[in-house]
């Protein structure tokens, strides 16, 4: 198993942190903890230092598409071989920012998480399910974005993109305008729930009204199993780890955009030369605005 196979195991982890049983989270917090000590272990002894059984060690390695235990020593092993001391840093040890961190460290580490989330969310991508929300997306008479909180920010640049690519897409996180929206969906249209935790109501339900339409429902979150991500008939995950001062929906949000800029390029990409001439009359009806002298 290469590098960014192992890497995507543990943003797949921590992602499902919030649907995993109590046994398997005491795993989970051991293996994040220190993933290449964890690779020196066996089961037994791995079951007896997170207090649960070996049974509960299989269970939680197939729950993450492993064949067995095994597998998950292996997938660590290697990705410690291949990344050295850089592994650790890549897992996060040492980012969480103190409260008594000076100007310049909080600037430091701030830094180096987004960055982290950006690149762990572009190597666990889902390729294949990109490429058919991108389908789906550019044959679409109508896309509707769900979100709420911070996902309301990436919800609009997601629209934006899209307007500027000349699609009818509305991003909405206002719950029952998301709901009068959806209502009007049919057969062919696409509707898009953006959540951390995939467990938000307001996005949750728009979408499943959404699809009742007949609309081709996708999902963007950081937990597959969250009732978002289950409920969606595609679905994109990202990556994004919570620290003292930041945040979940926080941190995520730097993922969340780099996944919205792949689809954004890829649309951009499939319309080429229809998204140039789309791009050319938006860039000329904003800049005709620009200059225009103001009447105030």
């Given at each position: 198993?290469?590098?960014?196979?192992?890497?995507?195991?543990?943003?797949?982890?921590?992602?499902?942190?919030?649907?995993?049983?109590?046994?398997?989270?005491?795993?989970?917090?051991?293996?994040?903890?220190?993933p290449a000590g964890t690779a020196t272990l066996s089961i037994s002894r791995l079951a007896?230092?997170?207090?649960?059984?070996?049974?509960?060690?299989?269970?939680?390695?197939?729950?993450?598409?492993?064949?067995?235990?095994?597998?998950?020593?292996?997938?660590?092993?290697?990705?410690?071989?291949?990344?050295?001391?850089?592994?650790?840093?890549?897992?996060?040890?040492?980012?969480?920012?103190?409260?008594?961190?000076?100007?310049?460290?909080?600037?430091a580490k701030v830094a180096r998480l987004d960055a982290r989330a950006a690149q762990d969310?572009?190597?666990?991508?889902?390729?294949?399910?990109?490429?058919?929300?991108?389908?789906?997306?550019?044959?679409?008479?109508?896309?509707?974005?769900?979100?709420?909180?911070?996902?309301?920010?990436?919800?609009?640049?997601?629209?934006?993109?899209?307007?500027?690519?000349?699609?009818?897409?509305?991003?909405?996180?206002?719950?029952?305008?998301?709901?009068?929206?959806?209502?009007?969906?049919?057969?062919?249209?696409?509707?898009?729930?953006?959540?951390?935790?995939?467990?938000?109501?307001?996005?949750?339900?728009?979408?499943?009204?959404?699809?009742?339409?007949?609309?081709?429902?996708?999902?963007?979150?950081?937990?597959?199993?969250?009732?978002?991500?289950?409920?969606?008939?595609?679905?994109?995950?990202?990556?994004?780890?919570?620290?003292?001062?930041?945040?979940?929906?926080?941190?995520?949000?730097?993922?969340?955009?780099?996944?919205?800029?792949?689809?954004?390029?890829?649309?951009?990409?499939?319309?080429?030369?229809?998204?140039a001439e789309a791009l050319h009359r938006a860039h000329e009806a904003v800049q005709g605005?620009?200059?225009?002298?103001?009447?105030?």
């Amino acid at each position: 198993m290469d590098r960014p196979t192992a890497q995507a195991l543990i943003v797949q982890l921590r992602g499902r942190l919030p649907s995993l049983s109590p046994a398997e989270r005491a795993i989970a917090d051991l293996v994040l903890a220190d993933p290449a000590g964890t690779a020196t272990l066996s089961i037994s002894r791995l079951a007896s230092a997170a207090g649960v059984s070996d049974t509960s060690v299989t269970r939680f390695c197939r729950a993450l598409g492993l064949s067995g235990y095994p597998d998950l020593r292996l997938a660590l092993a290697a990705a410690q071989l291949a990344g050295g001391e850089d592994f650790a840093v890549r897992i996060g040890a040492g980012d969480d920012i103190a409260g008594d961190d000076e100007t310049a460290t909080v600037v430091a580490k701030v830094a180096r998480l987004d960055a982290r989330a950006a690149q762990d969310t572009a190597e666990q991508l889902d390729l294949r399910v990109l490429d058919e929300i991108v389908d789906r997306i550019a044959a679409a008479r109508r896309i509707e974005i769900y979100a709420a909180g911070s996902g309301a920010v990436v919800a609009a640049d997601l629209e934006y993109k899209l307007q500027h690519l000349g699609l009818a897409a509305t991003a909405r996180s206002d719950v029952h305008r998301a709901l009068m929206g959806a209502a009007h969906l049919r057969t062919g249209d696409v509707a898009l729930g953006i959540s951390y935790s995939g467990r938000t109501g307001e996005v949750i339900d728009p979408l499943t009204e959404a699809a009742r339409r007949g609309a081709t429902t996708a999902a963007l979150t950081s937990d597959p199993l969250s009732p978002l991500g289950k409920s969606a008939e595609l679905l994109l995950t990202f990556a994004g780890r919570a620290t003292a001062f930041r945040i979940g929906a926080t941190v995520s949000r730097i993922a969340q955009l780099v996944v919205v800029d792949c689809l954004y390029v890829r649309l951009a990409q499939r319309q080429d030369p229809a998204a140039a001439e789309a791009l050319h009359r938006a860039h000329e009806a904003v800049q005709g605005r620009t200059r225009r002298p103001s009447s105030d």
